[in-house]
């Protein structure tokens, strides 16, 4: 999947995180007002992915990391208060209330592909 983006929550010090970032060759951009670090893609990713990368820190307890434009379209949700995707909230329901760490596909562009091979590592039946 070449779009894809990160979300994380917790606390954050973007101040911080953006300085530990910017010495390592990401640059300070901004989105509709919002600062956005903008970073090349790791070395180790070199020749597979090759979009330029966006981390924003929304009110220092999200962190969003992705393609920036996996990252402007967060970004302009957010900012338009729309409401979340069904399919996520419903998966993200089902969750233990003390998981700290999940992670949540969605790639509808896939058809099937995805859930059929996720389907057929879960070893409960339908």
Not at 91 to 115: F, K, P, Y
């Amino acid at each position: 999947m070449s779009e894809h983006s990160l979300l994380a929550s917790g606390h954050f010090d973007r101040a911080k995180i953006f300085q530990s970032a910017g010495g390592k060759g990401a640059n300070l951009s901004q989105y509709h007002g919002v600062p956005v670090l903008v970073m090349a893609p790791f070395d180790r990713e070199r020749g597979t992915f090759n979009d330029m990368r966006g981390l924003v820190v929304i009110d220092s307890d999200v962190v969003l990391f992705g393609t920036l434009m996996t990252v402007q379209q967060e970004l302009d949700r957010n900012m338009d208060r729309s409401p979340s995707d069904p399919s996520i909230v419903e998966r993200r329901s089902r969750m233990r209330g003390n998981d700290e760490t999940w992670c949540l596909l969605v790639a509808s562009w896939h058809g099937g592909e995805i859930q059929d091979a996720l389907r057929r590592l879960d070893p409960t039946p339908e």
